[in-house]
Structures are given as C-alpha cells and as structure tokens.
C-alpha cells in the first residue's frame, strides 16, 4: 500500500516571502497522480495543483509550484510571495494510475502554514 | 470542477441514535467518496459510493456503522449508526472528476456525539 508522509506538522512564513512544504510517497508503481490540497479553517478542502508522474516538468499555478523527485519520491509545494489567505492546512494526496485501485486518494498528515503579517 | 453541497454543515447528537448525511452535486459523476476527518487529524477514505452497485467500504470501516446510499449520479447520503463520542469528526463527501483523477471536496459535515 502507498503510504504519503508529511514531516513538518506547522511551518510559518512572513507575508510576501516563500515557503516550501515538503511531502514523501512510498509506491512501487511508475504511473501515479499528486496533489495539493489546501484546507482553510471553513474546512473546504481545495485543489490546489496536479502533478502527473510521467511529467517531468514541474507543475505551476500562479503561486503556487511543486519540486517533484520522482527517483526521491519527492513532492514539495513551493508558496511563492506568501499572502494571509495562503494559512491553511495543506495535504499532499497520492492517486494510483492503476484501474483496480479503486480511484482513491491516500493523504499525507498534513502541514499548518501559518502566515505572519 | 463541481458544486457540492452538504447537509447538515454541523450537528450534535447524543449516543446512540444515529444520523444522516446528505451530499448533492451540480453534475452527474460515477464516483462519490466518503471520508472521515478526526480532529486535527488527516483525512480517511470510509467508501466509494458508485450508482448502481454496492458501496466498497475501506478496512475498518463497516456498513452496519455506516450504510451509504447512491440512488442517483447526483446524490448520495452516509449514515453513522448508534452514534459514540468516538464518532465526532467531520465527515466529507467528493466527486472525482477530469481526466487526472482529481478529487472535489464537500464544505463537510462536522459532527460532536454527547
């Protein structure tokens, strides 16, 4: 079974600068799907970016880019010019390319980003 | 992406008795899945729900606790049964959706068992 690993429960960041929240995976597939999710305390939980493993550029919206190692089993978001409403939880989520895997998403732990002014 | 909505947003119930969620999308899907949220905690899968067939429960979780319905490609409804403290979570419902196999989220359904 996958397993997703977030090694930093909270980070912070000053406004306006950068952050990067790291995520691990442990797969023996060599096609899989990522994601970032973020969940603001309102609890909706929001997509943030999609990396596809068999990419190997890099994933960018707006802000927002991941590092993806896939030989590391790597996956880091990196928060480019940090605003007050990026404090959230963020979730790393693995995704198998497998069609009997049954379309599920394995989360990693989570990081609280916290955002100072 | 999809519109998804939730009933009830929060509830407190006392043990033992049960309740009812609903969650409704702006769109037909195939997929719908369930997940529980434990305070400060992490998301877990508690089923897939596809219209027309059974709901496939992860381990750990059963459908005498928590029978799902789908009657329809638009809706489906989860019921935690015989309600304990150990119960009080926020219950989330998503859809999958795009090509890429992206999940979208429910607002949730925060749940406090007396």
């Known amino acids: 079974a996958q397993t997703v690993t977030q090694s930093q429960p909270e980070m912070s960041v000053q406004e306006a600068e950068t952050v990067t929240l790291s995520c691990t995976y442990d797969?023996?597939?060599?096609?899989?799907?990522l994601f970032w999710y973020k969940q603001p305390p309102s609890r909706q939980m929001i997509l943030v970016i999609r990396?596809?493993?068999?990419?190997?550029q890099n994933a960018t919206e707006n802000r927002f880019s991941v590092n993806f190692q896939k030989a590391a089993k790597s996956f880091s978001l990196k928060i480019s010019d940090s605003q007050l409403g990026d404090a959230a939880m963020y979730f790393c989520?693995?995704?198998?390319?497998?069609?009997?895997?049954?379309?599920?998403?394995?989360f990693g732990g989570g990081t609280r980003l916290m955002v100072k002014p | 992406s999809a519109v998804i909505s939730q009933k009830p947003s929060r509830d407190i119930c006392q043990r033992g008795t049960s309740l009812t969620i609903q969650c409704q999308v702006d769109s037909q899907v195939t997929m719908m899945f369930w997940y529980r949220q434990q305070p400060g905690q992490s998301l877990t899968l508690i089923a897939t729900a596809n219209q027309g067939s059974e709901a496939t429960y992860e381990s750990g979780f059963v459908i005498d606790k928590f029978p799902i319905s789908r009657p329809n490609l638009t809706f489906s409804t989860l019921t935690v049964s015989n309600m304990s403290p150990e119960d009080s979570s926020i219950y989330l419902c998503?859809?999958?959706?795009?090509?890429?196999?992206?999940?979208?989220f429910g607002p949730g359904t925060r749940l406090t068992v007396l």
């Open positions: 990396q596809e493993a068999y990419k190997q």
């Open positions: 998503s859809v999958e959706m795009g090509p890429f196999g992206e999940q979208f």
């Open positions: 989520a693995y995704r198998s390319f497998l069609i009997n895997a049954g379309n599920m998403l394995t």
């Open positions: 797969t023996s597939e060599s096609d899989y799907y």
